[in-house]
Structure formats: structure tokens, C-alpha cells
């Protein structure tokens, strides 16, 4: 059945808010209420077939740079087909169209977003994020999170160096993991 990525609507909401709440109560991702995605519906896009939806992703924009994809979740009934590289690679065409010149996402499977084109990155390059969100995040303490990077211009990011710090806990506390 043939997918397609369109932007969310309202009627999405309560779809939008279930898939995520799935992955949130596993510790897969952040928990989003009704009230914030109702706020910021007009950043998500959503995948649907003729069954009905099976995923969303969001576009925030942080600067006239950077934007950020965040709640990327696809049904599980739905992986395995594309779904997930279908939402990220329109969100990277919305940046393009919007004219920024870098996406990154915060994430636990840097090998999906490696296989959308993203290389990884130091969040102590995007201080951006890591100043102004990290420092409230609940996951401060314990960042497990890798940040996956891409340039719409065409370069490639600059490789991590050797032991350099990815995520936000190691990098600005100065702790391991847990
Ligand atoms: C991660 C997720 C979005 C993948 O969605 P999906 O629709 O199953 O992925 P796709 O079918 O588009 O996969 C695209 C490619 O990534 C690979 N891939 C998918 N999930 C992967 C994972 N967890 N680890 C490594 N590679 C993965 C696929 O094998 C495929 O590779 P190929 O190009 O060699 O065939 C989905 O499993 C999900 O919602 N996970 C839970 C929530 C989550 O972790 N969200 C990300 C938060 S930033």
C-alpha cells in the first residue's frame, strides 16, 4: 500500500499523541501533551496509507540556520516500511524550501538517521540546543541521545574527533551515562 507524507491536521491530534505516548511510556521518546502538540500542530507532518495514519515527525526551526526533527514515531504494526525515512527525508525537504542550511535530530537510533543521510555530530556543536533546551531536559543527568547531523548545502559535517563528548550529560556535567 503506498504512502504518503502530508502536513498534520487537527483531526491528527489524538493519533499524533497516541503513537508517541507508546514510545514515551518505553522510555523511547519524549512525552508530548494534547495542549503542546495542539500548539505546535503546524510543525508535524504525518504518514498515511488508505488503512489510515501510521506515523509523524516534527520541523522546528531553532534559528534562521538550524532546525530541529523531534517526535519522529512510526505505528510498530507500520515499521519496516519506509514510513520512518519517508517522514524524515519531507522534513528535510520542508528545511530546504524554508532555507536553512542544517537539520539535526537528537536521537536513539543514529543508525536509521545514517541511513537518511545524517552523520554524527557533537552537541557541543549545536549550542543552540545544548544551551537553551538540554540544560531543562528531563534526560539532563543521563543523555543517551545521539546528535545526527546534515547540511542541505551539500557538505559533510566535520567527523568527531577522537573521545570527543557526543551527548549532553558527558559533554557540560562532566558525567558518564548512567
Ligand atoms: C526508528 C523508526 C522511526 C524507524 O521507522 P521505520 O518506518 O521502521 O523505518 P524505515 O522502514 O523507514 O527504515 C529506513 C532504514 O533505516 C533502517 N532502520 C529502521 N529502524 C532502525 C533501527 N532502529 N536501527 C537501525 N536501523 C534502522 C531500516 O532497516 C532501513 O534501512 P535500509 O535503507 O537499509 O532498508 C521507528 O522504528 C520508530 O518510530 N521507533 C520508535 C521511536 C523512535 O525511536 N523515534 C526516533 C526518535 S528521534
Redesign the pocket.
Known amino acids: 500500500m503506498s504512502v504518503a507524507v502530508r502536513p498534520a491536521r487537527i483531526a491528527d491530534v489524538d493519533d499524533i499523541r497516541e503513537v508517541i505516548d507508546r514510545?514515551a511510556a518505553e522510555d523511547?521518546?519524549l512525552e508530548r501533551s494534547r495542549d503542546f502538540l495542539l500548539e505546535h500542530v503546524r510543525d508535524f507532518l504525518v504518514a498515511q496509507d488508505m488503512a489510515g495514519f501510521l506515523?509523524c515527525c516534527a520541523l522546528a526551526v531553532l534559528t534562521p540556520d538550524l532546525a530541529e526533527i523531534r517526535s519522529?514515531?512510526?505505528r510498530p504494526e507500520?515499521?519496516?516500511?519506509?514510513?520512518?525515512?519517508?517522514l524524515v527525508l519531507a522534513c528535510v525537504a520542508e528545511a530546504r524550501r524554508l532555507g536553512l542550511r542544517r537539520v539535526f535530530?537528537?536521537?536513539?537510533?543514529p543508525?536509521?538517521f545514517g541511513?537518511c543521510g545524517f552523520v554524527i555530530t557533537s552537541l557541543g556543536r549545536l549550542p543552540e540546543k545544548s544551551a537553551e533546551e538540554c540544560p531543562v531536559c528531563p534526560k539532563r543527568f543521563a543523555c543517551d541521545e545521539h546528535a545526527m547531523l546534515l547540511h542541505l548545502d551539500g557538505t559533510i559535517p566535520e567527523p568527531l574527533a577522537a573521545n570527543e563528548p557526543v551527548g549532553y550529560t558527558r559533554l557540560f556535567l562532566g558525567q558518564e551515562p548512567r
Open positions: 514510545y523511547r521518546m506515523g519522529l514515531a512510526v507500520a515499521s519496516g516500511r519506509g514510513v520512518g525515512r519517508a535530530a537528537l536521537t536513539l537510533v543508525e536509521f541511513k
